[in-house]
T-cell receptor
C-alpha cells in the first residue's frame, strides 16, 4: 500500500546550487500538487500538474523554480541557484481526479536546507 | 494574503478536554473545508472534511461545526488524548476543477496526560 513517495527526505544544498525534489504519486493517481511549508506556517500551494501538463502554477515563484510530471517517472520540482530563503519543507500530494471530494494524499516531504 | 485564518496558534489541554480550533475565510467560492493532522516529520493527513450544505459533521471524536453566514468553521476534539498531540490545519478550496487547497497557518495542540 505505497502512499505518495518523496525523495530525498532531507536535502542540503549550498547557495547557488540546484535542488531536485522527486515525487511518485499514489498508484492510480494522475494529479500531482506541490506545496511549500515554512517553519511555523501553513502549506502554500505552488503548482498543480497532470501527466505532461502544468495545469496551475500560480503559486510558483516566476524565477528559478520549475516543475514537471513526465509521461514516465516521478514528478520533479527543480529549484535553480538556491538561496537561503528556499529552505523549507516541500510536500507533494496526489489525487485520482479533481472532483471536490477527492482528497489529497500527501507524502512525508523533502526538507531542503540551504547553507 | 492569507485566504484562511486559523486560531489559536497553539493550544494546551488536559487529557479528556475538548480543544477547539477556529478558522475563518472570505472567499465565498470556497465550498470544501477539510482538516488535516500533521505529526512531526510527516506529511499532513486528512482528518475530516465538510461541505457548506451541512452545519456539523462528526467522525469518531472529531467534529466540524460550520457557520456559512459567518464564514467560519471549527474543529472540536472530544475526550482528547495525548496521541492527539499534533499540528492541525484547516483548509478550503473551490470547485474550480483545480482542487488546490488554501491552508490556515496551523494550530499546535498538546494534550497533557
Amino acid at each position: 500500500n505505497a502512499g505518495v513517495m518523496q525523495n530525498p527526505r532531507h536535502l542540503v544544498r549550498r547557495r547557488g546550487q540546484e535542488a531536485r525534489l522527486r515525487c511518485s504519486p499514489m498508484k492510480g493517481h494522475s494529479h500531482v500538487y506541490w506545496y511549500r511549508q515554512l517553519p511555523e506556517e501553513g502549506l502554500k500551494f505552488m503548482v498543480y500538474l497532470q501527466k505532461e501538463n502544468i495545469i496551475d502554477e500560480s503559486g510558483m515563484p516566476k524565477e528559478r523554480f520549475s516543475a514537471e510530471f513526465p509521461k514516465e517517472g516521478p514528478s520533479i520540482l527543480r529549484i535553480q541557484q538556491v538561496v537561503r530563503g528556499d529552505s523549507a519543507a516541500y510536500f507533494c500530494a496526489s489525487s485520482p481526479d479533481t472532483r471536490i471530494n477527492s482528497p489529497l494524499h500527501f507524502g512525508n516531504g523533502t526538507r531542503l536546507t540551504v547553507t | 494574503q492569507q485566504q484562511v485564518k486559523q486560531s489559536p496558534q497553539s493550544l494546551i489541554v488536559q487529557k479528556g478536554g475538548i480543544p477547539i480550533i477556529n478558522c475563518a475565510y472570505e472567499n465565498t467560492a470556497f465550498d470544501y473545508f477539510p482538516w488535516y493532522q500533521q505529526f512531526p516529520g510527516k506529511g499532513p493527513a486528512l482528518l475530516i472534511a465538510i461541505r457548506p450544505d451541512v452545519s456539523e459533521k462528526k467522525e469518531g471524536r472529531f467534529t466540524i461545526s460550520f457557520n456559512k453566514s459567518a464564514k467560519q468553521f471549527s474543529l472540536h476534539i472530544m475526550d482528547s488524548q495525548p496521541g492527539d498531540s499534533a499540528t492541525y490545519f484547516c483548509a478550503a478550496s473551490a470547485q474550480t476543477g483545480a482542487n488546490n487547497l488554501f491552508f490556515g497557518t496551523g494550530t499546535r495542540l498538546t494534550v497533557i496526560p
